[in-house]
């Protein structure tokens, strides 16, 4: 059985950070796409960032700059350090996997990504 394991959400002030890590078991990066989706209330599910396991990176525009993605072949682990937070980065967000590049344009936590994690808060006051 596959899982994501998300941890490092919570809230901070606008211009602080944090770093979200996202674990995975049974589940062999190499070869694979593992990213970030989030979604504030109320709004749509957007792709943050994705890393394949040979490093190729995306980064949705609005946090260029400001987010890295990171992996950890060994551990399984992917890393989105987020800087300079704002308030209109406050959203839950899900880690992601799957074989194929993570898609845009799709509802959070449904099957057109193989696998989800459970989602963690991030809170960003101004």
């Known amino acids: 059985e596959v899982q994501l394991v998300e941890s490092g959400g919570g809230s901070v002030q606008a211009g602080g950070s944090l770093r979200l890590s996202c674990t995975a078991s049974?589940?062999?990066?190499?070869?694979?796409?593992m990213g970030w989706y989030r979604q504030a209330s109320g709004a749509e599910c957007e792709l943050v960032s994705h890393i394949r396991s040979d490093g190729l990176t995306y980064y949705v525009e609005s946090v260029k700059g400001r987010f890295t993605i990171s992996q950890d072949n060994a551990k399984n682990t992917v890393y989105l350090q987020m800087n300079s937070l704002k308030p209109e980065d406050t959203a839950v967000y899900y880690c992601?996997?799957?074989?194929?590049?993570?898609?845009?344009?799709?509802?959070?936590?449904?099957?057109?990504?193989?696998?989800w994690g459970q989602g963690t808060q991030v809170t960003v006051s101004s």
């Open positions: 049974g589940f062999t990066f190499g070869g694979s796409y």
């Open positions: 992601a996997a799957d074989r194929f590049v993570l898609l845009r344009n799709i509802y959070c936590m449904t099957g057109r990504v193989n696998y």
